[in-house]
């Protein structure tokens, strides 16, 4: 009997576990939210390179649609809400020709279309190849996914295409050694990445992807890409039916510079002062033997990408020239929220101060009394209180009440102490 009560007490914390919880819990939705406060709509902002990006399944059960953090809570409280973290180069949808006869509350003036957002099935609450919700009501354990840089999708790790998640680049302790992953899918048109070798690719993976060096050939082999072609509704082009390389794997033909280390600096500077190409190679005009297996990329790989003319040029053909900005990463986003939630924190204790300099002096004494009545309060509570006990709601309550006769008490001796003075 006596264990069976055990099982159902209830759980307690600590102020101190309780008070840190909630600083978790409030830096985790900044570093979701970029720091948006959801005050304003941001339609005005244009196309974002990232915000946080909500679909409301009641309002647009085709998944064809997103909404702003302000939008989500101001216009489709108590709906059907799917949360997809965050959303490159995409603008608020609330409110314009895909919801009807429904109208933004914040900012009704919208454009009829966004035509340069991008939707996939995650905007219908899917994810992965499997297409299955998160969190799965169909598994009792969920399992944490991999978000893929490029389309923005997420994979459950048996899905996406490895032998063995073994072949995930982590330490000893599981933690992964990787900053980017790239799915098998988008690895299509990203294949030129492997040219990089070991400058970007995560020690500990893509150990198979050999490369070829050719010295006699100019350019990479026209070949029909093995893997398919197609175009996704985020406008990276790949296929969705993805077969095994025709090549075998045999990997890239790279041209005649390609057998030079390649560094960080990207781009190198010939005698006549031209920018020239790091891989030595067009791919404008040339199509990689390609190897459809996931991509893990090592820190500040971005950094490494060559920016010549050419291959700029075969970013925008793309339409993956944000591989370039370095703003576009999570990291990036995710540091922007920090800086600014550490201005949010020291504009509020510059208000308090503000808010303690025009108080009056009396004021300022009632106020400091309070606290060092709360904080005498306390430590008498805490002080004969027996520690083997939880601490519940009454003696909370307790506490509070001990406050309010303490200060009934002060006003009663100050009105005694003023009638005296008046009667003398």
């Given at each position: 009997?006596?264990?069976?009560?055990?099982?159902?007490?209830?759980?307690?914390?600590?102020?101190?576990?309780?008070?840190?919880?909630?600083?978790?819990?409030?830096?985790?939705?900044?570093?979701?939210?970029?720091?948006?406060?959801?005050?304003?709509?941001?339609?005005?902002?244009?196309?974002?390179?990232?915000?946080?990006?909500?679909?409301?399944?009641?309002?647009?059960?085709?998944?064809?649609?997103?909404?702003?953090?302000?939008?989500?809570?101001?216009?489709?409280?108590?709906?059907?809400?799917?949360?997809?973290?965050?959303?490159?180069?995409?603008?608020?949808?609330?409110?314009?020709?895909?919801?009807?006869?429904?109208?933004?509350?914040?900012?009704?003036?919208?454009?009829?279309?966004?035509?340069?957002?991008?939707?996939?099935?995650?905007?219908?609450?899917?994810?992965?190849?499997?297409?299955?919700p998160y969190p799965d009501p169909d598994v009792e354990d969920q399992v944490e996914m991999i978000q893929c840089c490029v389309c923005e999708d997420w994979f459950?790790?048996?899905?996406?295409?490895?032998?063995?998640?073994?072949?995930?680049?982590?330490?000893?302790?599981?933690?992964?050694?990787?900053?980017?992953?790239?799915?098998?899918?988008?690895?299509?048109?990203?294949?030129?990445?492997?040219?990089?070798?070991?400058?970007?690719?995560?020690?500990?993976?893509?150990?198979?992807?050999?490369?070829?060096?050719?010295?006699?050939?100019?350019?990479?082999?026209?070949?029909?890409?093995?893997c398919g072609s197609g175009k996704l509704e985020n406008n990276i082009s790949h296929s969705s039916n993805i077969s095994e390389p025709v090549s075998g794997g045999?990997?890239?033909?790279?041209?005649?510079?390609?057998?030079?280390?390649?560094?960080?600096?990207?781009?190198?500077?010939?005698?006549?002062?031209?920018?020239?190409?790091?891989?030595?190679?067009?791919?404008?005009?040339?199509?990689?033997?390609?190897?459809?297996?996931?991509?893990?990329?090592?820190?500040?790989?971005?950094?490494?990408?060559?920016?010549?003319?050419?291959?700029?040029?075969?970013?925008?053909?793309?339409?993956?020239?944000?591989?370039?900005?370095?703003?576009?990463?999570?990291?990036?986003?995710?540091?922007?929220?920090?800086?600014?939630?550490?201005?949010?924190?020291?504009?509020?204790?510059?208000?308090?101060?503000?808010?303690?300099?025009?108080?009056?002096?009396?004021?300022?004494?009632?106020?400091?009394?309070?606290?060092?009545?709360?904080?005498?309060?306390?430590?008498?509570?805490?002080?004969?209180?027996?520690?083997?006990?939880?601490?519940?709601?009454?003696?909370?309550?307790?506490?509070?009440?001990?406050?309010?006769?303490?200060?009934?008490?002060?006003?009663?001796?100050?009105?005694?102490?003023?009638?005296?003075?008046?009667?003398?």
């Amino acid at each position: 009997m006596d264990s069976a009560f055990e099982d159902e007490a209830e759980h307690t914390v600590s102020i101190q576990e309780y008070l840190k919880d909630v600083e978790d819990q409030e830096l985790e939705a900044d570093l979701v939210l970029g720091g948006d406060e959801g005050k304003e709509c941001t339609y005005n902002n244009g196309y974002m390179k990232r915000q946080a990006i909500f679909s409301c399944l009641t309002c647009t059960p085709d998944g064809n649609a997103g909404v702003c953090t302000a939008c989500s809570l101001s216009c489709h409280d108590g709906h059907e809400i799917v949360e997809l973290w965050t959303k490159r180069n995409f603008r608020c949808d609330c409110g314009n020709s895909k919801f009807g006869e429904f109208f933004c509350k914040l900012f009704p003036n919208k454009d009829v279309e966004n035509v340069e957002n991008s939707y996939n099935h995650n905007f219908k609450g899917l994810y992965c190849t499997c297409g299955r919700p998160y969190p799965d009501p169909d598994v009792e354990d969920q399992v944490e996914m991999i978000q893929c840089c490029v389309c923005e999708d997420w994979f459950h790790e048996e899905h996406i295409g490895l032998d063995s998640s073994d072949e995930i680049p982590r330490d000893e302790e599981g933690e992964p050694l990787y900053e980017d992953f790239i799915c098998k899918g988008c690895s299509v048109i990203c294949s030129f990445l492997r040219l990089y070798s070991q400058t970007i690719l995560a020690a500990g993976s893509q150990k198979d992807s050999s490369i070829n060096t050719g010295k006699d050939k100019e350019v990479l082999e026209d070949v029909t890409l093995a893997c398919g072609s197609g175009k996704l509704e985020n406008n990276i082009s790949h296929s969705s039916n993805i077969s095994e390389p025709v090549s075998g794997g045999e990997g890239l033909l790279l041209g005649e510079n390609s057998g030079k280390n390649i560094g960080s600096d990207q781009c190198t500077t010939d005698d006549n002062s031209q920018v020239t190409c790091v891989l030595g190679v067009n791919l404008v005009d040339a199509s990689p033997v390609l190897e459809c297996k996931p991509l893990f990329l090592s820190k500040n790989w971005r950094d490494a990408l060559c920016r010549c003319e050419k291959c700029s040029e075969f970013y925008e053909q793309k339409h993956i020239r944000f591989l370039l900005d370095k703003e576009d990463t999570i990291m990036e986003y995710e540091k922007m929220a920090k800086q600014k939630r550490e201005e949010k924190l020291q504009q509020q204790e510059g208000a308090e101060l503000t808010m303690l300099d025009k108080l009056g002096h009396v004021e300022k004494i009632e106020i400091l009394n309070g606290i060092a009545d709360m904080k005498d309060e306390l430590r008498s509570f805490l002080e004969s209180f027996d520690t083997s006990k939880a601490i519940t709601s009454d003696d909370v309550h307790q506490v509070f009440e001990n406050l309010a006769k303490k200060r009934r008490r002060v006003e009663v001796c100050i009105c005694t102490c003023f009638q005296n003075v008046m009667m003398t």
